[in-house]
């Protein structure tokens, strides 16, 4: 899930944006932003920063493993 600031897309939990659609709170991105989304979608490049952590995550990430067990086949 991703939202909009002024010129990236940051990566956020779904339920914040939708916490933050009913209350008006700030969400915080992956990467540390905080801002209250703007209701319109954009069309912004992904933060880099938000992409290297949620990719990190593992989520679909190609990582290289550190100094931890298994094949890393999947
Ligand atoms: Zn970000």
Redesign the pocket.
């Known amino acids: 899930m991703t939202a909009t600031t002024e010129s ?1 897309a ?2 956020v939990q779904k339920e914040k944006i939708m916490e933050s659609a009913l209350s008006g709170s700030p969400v915080v ?5 905080v801002w209250v989304p703007g209701r319109d979608p954009k069309k912004y490049p992904v ?1 880099p ?2 992409k290297e952590i949620f990719e990190g995550m593992g989520a679909g990430g190609d990582k290289d493993k550190d100094g931890k067990g298994g094949d890393g086949k999947k």
């Not at 991105?29 to 932003?33: S, Y």
């Open positions: 990236y940051h990566y991105a992956l990467c540390g932003k933060c920063m938000c």
